[in-house]
């Protein structure tokens, strides 16, 4: 038998190249289904190398026999393309290694040749003959067909399926997501509409093969998901993986199409992030596959979408994603989904930053961002009252620094006196209630200053040239925070700063008998001072008050005194120190006991 098989060898050898090329692949199609049949009973004798030798050598022969027969010219070239007849070729294959399974089920070969030359068909087939949609959408289906097929074989026909598959899904996530980026790309960029168009037969920017791409993404990320645990895939990668990739890719495509719908575009992208946001938020289940899909899909459309509006400097839209931020931030906060001093931060960072936008875009007149900053400010500050001694307290007083700085930056662009004025006026009305829970008083000092400087703003505002416009409010907000937060001090520490500025400025300047309004009023004011000092024992009102009378009555004596006749200066003059001679010792025993009157009031 062997000298036969050698004798037949030897003899094809020396005359192969005169035979004629239709018996030449006779005898390689011959050669191939006697080694096919032969790995037959070779399996059923237990002779399992030899089974496999076989196989593996009619597979290739017939994979030789089929394309050779084209290169030789069996087949024209011009009947059929190279990429079609390549697909039926490996359809060929699989369909007879399928066939040989069912005969000799133990040949390992015969199954791995049918799984993975069926994956080339369908591939090579309908790559120039249908749309990437619908091309895409063969390949899902070879996808789900291998793994099925395959989960219900051997362990080694699960790997190569598994192995097979995941190639192949992967290949259309990439390709399909690519073609869906390449329609955002185009339509914002005339450089890339030209590549693409080269890339992609036809129109880049067209509706519906953008949307059908995108549903055969999904469709393929849903599978993946789907088939990801308790198949031939999950013997390959593991569920948790497939489940991310999946959702990942079908997420970044939804996320790119959105854009391109028409006339909602980019809105329509924020409302199904913040949708996705909110159902992450609101379920109660905080594990399992359907909220990983959930969280996954609503970090890459927010990421997706705030790079597109990043990118396209579209600051309203960016306005409208840190207002939802911030929202989403106090949802958090409400399901215990984070602490409260990261919602302080996010959500008071998120809406200023909303503000700023929607300001520099225009929405919102600059006044009204400037004013709308500071009311986040009071806010942030009205919230530390009722949060006094939480952890979250400095978040919220530092975060109000921060928006009232702002307000102040911004206003400063359009009204640097009453913009200023108005600002801080409105941050410092809750600032007065936070410094006055006991454990705050401090903060007074840092309202009752913002209000000063928000005075003086709205008095330059208003071009007063008036000396009291200038020291008379800041005076009472000086005296009233004195008597809210140093009533237990001495009279010098809570009332004479107010004091001294209310009264001393005006009357150094009253000196002229025209200004005899101002005059008049320092003098009852000084009076009340005086009196108030003596009935409730306080020093700082008794001495400021008989300063300023004592500076009043001097400087209008100096007045007048050139128009009296001197002799009766003089007259008077020596009256007054006979008077202080002769009585000389009560005198100076009246002067220590005014002192140590003075001096032992408050």
Known sequence: MLLLLAAGVTFLAVTWDSLSVPVQASIMATLAALALAGAVPASRKKLAGTAEALAILGGGLLIVDLFGARELGLVPESAISGLSYAGIAFAAVAAINLLMTRIAPTVKTFGLTAVIAGQLPLTLV??????????LFALVIQVAV??????????????????????????????????????LLSTHSPTWADYTRDVFAGSTTAFWPVLATTAVVCLAALLGTVLARKTALSAVLPPSTTEFIGTAFGAFAIAVFLPQLPVVDRWVTTGVATALGLAVLLRNRRTGV?????????????????????????????????????????????RKRTTLTATVWIAASAAQLAILFATSDGFFSTWTGAIALSVVGAVLIGFACVSVGELHESALTLSAIF???????????????????????????????????????????????????????????????????????PATIMLALGLLRWRDQPSWV??????????????????????????????????TIVALGTRFGLQAPFVIGAAVLTKIALWQLIEVAPLIPRWITLATA???????????????QNAKQAAHWISALR
Do not use: K
């Open 126 to 135: 309908l790559i120039h003959h249908v749309s990437l949609p619908l091309y």
């Open 146 to 183: 291998t793994v099925l097929w395959t989960n219900l074989s051997t362990r080694l026909l699960q790997l190569t399926g598994g192995i097979c598959a995941a190639l192949f899904l992967a290949i259309v996530l990439l390709v399909g997501t690519t073609r869906v980026l390449f329609g």
């Open 290 to 334: 359907v909220t990983l899909v959930l969280r996954i899909a609503a970090v890459i459309v927010a990421s997706v979408d705030l790079m597109l509006c990043s990118l396209l400097a579209d600051l309203l839209q960016l306005g409208l994603i840190s207002a939802l931020i911030a929202g989403l931030s106090l949802i958090a906060a409400w």
């Open 403 to 473: 928006a009232i700085s702002l307000g102040e930056l911004v206003v400063l662009y359009v009204s640097p006196d009453t913009g200023t004025g108005v600002v801080l006026t409105i941050a410092a009305a809750p600032l007065v209630a936070y410094g006055m829970q006991p454990q705050r008083r401090d903060a007074l000092l840092a309202a009752g200053t913002l209000l000063v400087i928000a005075n003086t703003a709205f008095v330059l505002g208003a071009g007063a040239t008036t000396l009291e416009w200038f020291t008379l409010p």
């Open 494 to 527: 809570y009332l004479g700063p107010g004091l001294l500025l209310g009264l001393v400025p005006s009357a150094l300047v009253a000196s002229s008998n025209h200004d005899f309004l101002r005059i008049t009023f320092v003098v009852a004011a000084a009076v």
């Open 574 to 588: 020596g009256a007054i120190l006979l008077t202080l001679g002769a009585t000389y010792e009560r005198r100076l």
